[in-house]
């Protein structure tokens, strides 16, 4: 059994560019920690540090570090947090912390620790979080730590598939175009399969299904041409708060200049609520060619969406 992820210390500063010190407990508001000089309306409310982390640099110093000395608001026991990733919580009584950044730029020289070792730790191994749910926090409370999983919807679109006369390969090209990126992003991950005919009302109840219970992506494959059938993006444009153009155009102008086929894909990607959606066409191959577009974009898309400063 593994050991309890704690509490080791809480500490505020008062004033910037001070070291924080241990109190005995510290308030959770919308602002961050109460009293703290680095409190706001920001995403960088609370800062958390592993004591794993400073018992190393320890031997770098060749001093005992104190609790607080890193600028941490929150001196954990039991979990590398620079393993933790960003919309990870914390639950720590009936305060919920969500991660929001992990490490940040060194101050050098303004920083204490730095001045007198020419190294930090806070900046490769600290992370950040913002408060979700408000409370008070004290040594020796257990905390409970809960990873992002992230939900896709993959949806494909095919009269002749979903009667079994051939089977999708499009749907599974994407999932397995996701699970690579995921895998290397570090995330955890579930998908969701879907297999329908090319149906406007069968489209309709699986955006409202995803929208409803906040996926993060849903990637649709088939239906973006110019054929009697070909219904997708004109099902799911009004489902969208925001068009994400720039993508698409990238995509019909690279491989259009090539394949002049490519143009007449209208394929749409946008946001709907705090969900990223994209509709692919069938094929394998364009399948492969939008989401080698797609995949490089998709880490910056979702900070974004959830108001994280990923720059």
């Given at each position: ?103 940040k ?14 190294n ?25 730590y ?108 690279k ?25 692919l ?12 577009e ?10 974004m ?7």
């Amino acid at each position: 059994m593994s050991s309890p992820i704690t509490v080791v210390s809480v500490n505020i500063s008062e004033k910037k560019g001070t070291i924080k010190v241990p109190v005995a407990e510290i308030e959770l508001n919308a602002q961050g920690v109460a009293g703290d000089a680095h409190s706001g309306n920001w995403h960088r409310q609370v800062s958390l540090l592993a004591d794993e982390s400073m018992q190393r640099f320890t031997h770098t110093a060749g001093r005992k570090i104190n609790y607080g000395e890193f600028a941490e608001n929150i001196t954990t026991r039991g979990l590398e947090l620079v393993n933790t990733h960003p919309l990870d919580r914390f639950t720590i009584g009936e305060v919920e912390l969500e991660v929001t950044q992990i490490g940040k730029e060194c101050h050098g020289t303004s920083c204490n620790i730095f001045k007198e070792v020419g190294n930090c730790v806070m900046p490769k191994e600290g992370i950040f979080a913002r408060v979700l749910k408000y409370g008070r926090v004290k040594a020796g409370d257990t905390i409970i730590y809960t990873t992002k999983v992230y939900k896709v919807m993959i949806i494909t679109l095919s009269d002749r598939a979903s009667r079994g006369e051939y089977s999708d390969r499009s749907g599974p090209k994407i999932e397995l175009e996701l699970a690579a990126f995921c895998e290397k992003e570090g995330w955890k991950y579930a998908t969701d399969m879907k297999l329908i005919a090319d149906d406007a009302e069968a489209l309709k109840t699986l955006l409202c299904e995803a929208r409803d219970k906040q996926y993060d992506i849903v990637i649709t494959t088939g239906g973006t041409g110019i054929g009697p059938r070909d219904i997708t993006p004109d099902v799911v444009k009004p489902f969208l708060d925001k068009e994400i153009q720039g993508i698409m155009e990238l995509i019909r102008f690279k491989y259009g200049s090539v394949k002049p086929n490519a143009l007449l894909s209208r394929a749409i990607a946008g946001v709907m609520g705090t969900t990223l959606v994209y509709t692919l066409p069938g094929s394998v191959k364009a399948v492969d060619e939008y989401m080698t577009e797609i995949i490089p974009t998709l880490r910056h898309s979702i900070y974004m969406l959830h108001n994280l400063d990923a720059h």
